[in-house]
């Protein structure tokens, strides 16, 4: 049996009324909706309930799965600590999405407990649900740090246990849109906000999922969105179906989105295994982008490639070109993979004969030995784009007026201490942020007497 169906609702502790206290009633249209959400649930009398919540442990590289038998919360952090629940988990649905992913080496499972309570992100749906229903067991999964494409892949997962065991199961994707909609919103206003907010509740009243790939990672940084992971969780969940999508509401009232929809399964649908479409689109994209990157970056790739491969060092030979052989330059190799930073190494002089052994190196280090990740596998190689920054001469400047965050690249320095962040950067659009991200990467406090200097790059794809 698939999931009977699959809800995206929001969570704002405030719709609870021993929270909001009459403040809930700005979002009617809202709690009509979830009301809707949880009579429609009541119907199908689901033995599990499934929730991803944005709230819930949170891993940069691993999906939490809620561990042990049972859990309990309550809105006491929002001064509410008698609205309270006791929450029993499906543990056997639980274990076989665990040994799924353990067999495909898949960072999803039960380690890593840091709060056993209940967040609110699980608790609010709870709520509509559970004054008339409360047979359901219940999962709760953390979203993560990584890819849009591992979170649809999490989905994937737990579609294939909830089938293995025949479970009657719903899904829901616990997430508020973008907290950028009004300047009084907590968050302020950002022209992304709305965009976020319009762009999302399209493509889920069409159920579109293969459109959720597209919102880029800068832009929903920007967005302040909060559940765009949660929503690919649970159209993972759906891989392969065709869906039935009903937008209930969208609501931006607070300076906060809150959109509900709903999906029911119709049959299965050849057409909309969106994860294989998306993985097959990328690839021919980066060959395509390889074809054309210029002698810099196909040193670099060539060389990442030789050490995922079968861990071989590229020797420098009389065959690369001379240009790489004869000069001497400090260089950034920085990878990516579905849009998110995958690994970036480098110097900021030369240490290196050449150029071309300052690439190959820095390109190794990319790979394998940058602390915020792990090594590059051979499984990831056809999804990697690479660009190589050549650094020009470092220059000392007297204050943060001689930078320009689309031209230069900056460096902090405090003693022994130095901190650089190369210019133009997705999602870096000040000075003010270029200066503040460099001195949080050398430990430098913004009250410390550090000095700036600043240099060029040409950047090559």
């Known amino acids: 049996m698939s999931i009977l169906a699959g809800f995206m609702v929001p969570h704002p502790p405030m719709i609870i009324p021993d929270v909001g206290k009459g403040e809930e009633k700005q979002i009617n249209k809202t709690i009509v909706a979830y009301e809707k ?8 009398e689901p033995e599990v309930i499934i929730i991803s919540s944005p709230h819930a442990i949170m891993y940069a590289d691993y999906f939490h799965i809620s561990p042990g038998k049972n859990a309990k919360g309550s809105f006491g952090r929002f001064n509410a600590s008698n609205v309270s629940f006791f929450e029993e988990y499906d543990t056997e649905l639980r274990d076989r999405i665990c040994d799924l992913a353990k067999a495909d080496d898949f960072p999803a499972g039960i380690l890593g407990e840091r709060d056993p309570e209940l967040d609110h ?6 709520y509509f649900i559970r004054k008339r229903y409360k047979q359901a067991k219940i999962i709760r999964i953390g979203l993560s740090g990584l890819d849009l494409c591992d979170h649809y892949r999490m989905g994937m997962y737990i579609k294939k246990a909830v089938e293995q065991l025949n479970r009657k199961a719903v ?6 849109l973008s907290h950028k909609l009004q300047s009084y919103g907590p968050y302020g206003f950002a022209k992304e906000g709305p965009e976020y907010d319009e762009r999302i509740m399209d493509v889920c009243s ?14 929903l940084e920007k967005a302040a969105e909060c559940g765009h992971r949660s929503f690919v969780m649970m159209a993972g969940a759906f891989d392969g179906i065709d869906i039935k999508a009903e937008k209930l509401s969208h609501e931006d009232i607070t300076g906060v989105g809150y959109g509900i929809c709903t999906f029911y399964p119709i049959k299965e649908d050849e057409n909309r295994f969106f994860l294989k479409q998306y993985e097959e689109k ?13 002698k810099y970056v196909k040193l670099a790739r060539k060389a990442i490639e030789y050490y995922v491969t079968d861990h071989r060092h590229l020797k420098v030979t009389d065959d690369i070109d001379k240009e790489l052989l004869s000069r001497r330059a400090g260089a950034f190799v920085s990878i990516h993979k579905h849009d998110r930073l995958r690994g970036c190494i480098g110097t900021i002089e030369a240490a290196k004969d050449n150029l071309a052994s300052e690439i190959i190196e820095n390109a190794i280090s990319a ?10 596998t051979i499984d990831e190689l056809k999804f990697l784009d690479i660009n190589v920054d050549v650094l020009g001469e470092t220059k000392n400047i007297d204050s943060k007026e001689d930078l320009d965050v689309k031209k230069y690249g900056v460096i902090v320095t405090c003693g022994n201490r130095r901190g650089l962040l190369l210019p133009d950067l997705d999602g870096v659009d000040t000075v003010d942020q270029q200066i503040e991200i460099a001195l949080k990467k050398a430990g430098i406090k913004p009250y410390e007497n550090y000095s700036l200097s600043r240099f060029e790059v040409v950047r090559h794809y």
């Not at 992100?121 to 709870?126: A, C, F, I, S």
């Not at 899904?171 to 508020?176: A, V």
């Not at 790979?367 to 590059?376: A, I, L, T």
């Open 367 to 376: 790979c394998s030995r940058d602390p915020r990740f792990d090594p590059v």
């Open 37 to 44: 959400v949880a009579e429609e649930i009541i119907s199908l």
């Open 121 to 126: 992100g699980t608790l609010v749906p709870l």
């Open 171 to 176: 899904f829901i994707g616990s997430g508020d």
């Open 206 to 219: 069409r159920a579109a999922f293969g459109e959720l790939f597209d919102f880029s990672e800068d832009f």
């Open 282 to 294: 990328r690839i021919k994209e980066i060959e395509k982008k390889n074809q054309s990157s210029d």
